[in-house]
Nanobody, 125 residues
Framework: QVQLVESGGGLVQAGGSLRLSCASS????????MGWFRQAPGKEREFVAT????????NYADSVKGRFTISRDNTKSTGYLLMNSLKPEDTAVYYC??????????????????WGQGTQVTVSS
């Protein structure tokens, strides 16, 4: 069993930066693909970024490409999402997820077995 806990969310002005963390309690985290998703009020949960089990391969949604960076430190069983040049439309609850089936990561919500509880990111204009 893998438990994920996100942190690092908050209120930031447009153009600012935040770094989200995703701490895992499971020893198998290092073999799982990892992803970040977000959900704004009244909208579907959407893909943000994903990375492979070793962090060697990453993919991003077009809306965040060039601004967000996903990474992981398997020695700490922790994943990260660095968000730069934030925009008001980035406001959402951000969730991290881990996949035992897709070690290379996935851009689909149904590709993940474990989810965190989410952390709120609010970007003011």
């Amino acid at each position: 069993q893998v438990q994920l806990v996100e942190s690092g969310g908050g209120l930031v002005q447009a153009g600012g930066s935040l770094r989200l963390s995703c701490a895992s309690s499971g020893r198998t985290f290092s073999s799982y693909g990892m992803g970040w998703f977000r959900q704004a009020p009244g909208k579907e949960r959407e893909f943000v970024a994903t990375t492979s089990w070793n962090g060697g391969n990453s993919n991003y949604a077009d809306s965040v490409k060039g601004r967000f960076t996903i990474s992981r430190d398997n020695t700490k069983s922790t994943g990260y999402l660095l968000m730069n040049s934030l925009k008001p439309e980035d406001t959402a609850v951000y969730y991290c997820a881990a996949s035992s089936r897709y070690g290379m990561g996935s851009d689909r919500t149904n590709g993940y077995d474990y989810w965190g509880q989410g952390t709120q990111v609010t970007v003011s204009s």
